[in-house]
C-alpha cells in the first residue's frame, strides 16, 4: 500500500484504464485481498516481470563477460512479457474506458468526456503498451479540472475534464513497476528532444 503519497513524479504518457465505481461501505482491500482479485493473465504477468527482474539482477553482479548473456535475456523476457500482454488485453475489459494522460508511483490522470465528483473511489486497471505493464490498484479522485476540446473542422469542441486520482491501495511491486516504466519514458522524452534539437541545428 502506498504511505508517501508525495515521493514520486508523474509523466505524460497515454495509455489505457478501466475504471469501477467502489462503494465507499465497502472496506478497502489489503494486499491479499488486492491480488484475489487480480485476473489470470494479470497475476502471471506480474509473477514473470517479478522473476525476470530477480534472474537479471543476479546476473548483473557476475562479471563483464556475461553482458551478452544479459543482452541476450533481456530480449528473451521482452518476448515473454509482449506475448503475455497480448494474452491479457484479450481478456474481457469491465468498467468505463478512458485515456490515460499521465502516470507515476503516487497516482494518475484521466481524460473524461463527463466530470467525476471529487472523493470517488475507482478499482482502477491500467495498461501501460509500450511498457509492458498492467496493474490493478484502487484509486480515489482528487481533482477534476474542466479543459476544452480542440475544435476539429467545423464541428463546436466539447468540454473535456482532466481528472486526477490518487492510489489508496497499491501493491509495492506495481508501485516499483510504475516508478521505472515513469522513468523509462521519461528517458525517451529526454532522447527524442535532444534529436529534435540536434536535427535543428
Known amino acids: 500500500m502506498i504511505n508517501d503519497s508525495n515521493s514520486y513524479f508523474s ?3 497515454q495509455f489505457n484504464v478501466y475504471l469501477n465505481a467502489w462503494d465507499k461501505q465497502r472496506p478497502i482491500p489489503d494486499d491479499n485481498q488486492l491480488r484475489q482479485m487480480q485476473s489470470t493473465g494479470l497475476k502471471l504477468l506480474s509473477e514473470v516481470k517479478a522473476l525476470e527482474a530477480n534472474c537479471l539482477m543476479q546476473l548483473r553482479q557476475l562479471d ?5 548473456i544479459v543482452e541476450f535475456l533481456k530480449l528473451q523476457s521482452r518476448k515473454v512479457d509482449l ?3 497480448h494474452v491479457l488485453e484479450k481478456e474481457t475489459q469491465t468498467g468505463q474506458q478512458y485515456q490515460g494522460l499521465q502516470f507515476g508511483g503516487s497516482g494518475l490522470s484521466i481524460q473524461s468526456t463527463t466530470p467525476i465528483e471529487v472523493g470517488s473511489i475507482f478499482s482502477c486497471h491500467m495498461y501501460l503498451h509500450a511498457e509492458v505493464v498492467a496493474v490493478l490498484c484502487i484509486c ?7 479543459v476544452e476540446a480542440q475544435a476539429l473542422d467545423l464541428t463546436p469542441a466539447s468540454p473535456l475534464w482532466h481528472i486526477e486520482l490518487t492510489y489508496i ?13 515513469s522513468l523509462n519514458v521519461q528517458q525517451k522524452m529526454l532522447k527524442l528532444r ?5 536535427d535543428n541545428l
Open 83 to 85: 506475448v503475455l500482454q
Open 64 to 68: 563483464s563477460e556475461t553482458k551478452s
Open 194 to 198: 535532444k534529436q529534435q534539437r540536434n
Open 169 to 181: 491501495q497499491i501493491l509495492d511491486e506495481d508501485i516499483e513497476q510504475l516508478v521505472k516504466a
Open 140 to 146: 480515489e479522485v482528487t481533482g477534476a479540472k474542466q
Open 11 to 13: 509523466v505524460p504518457h
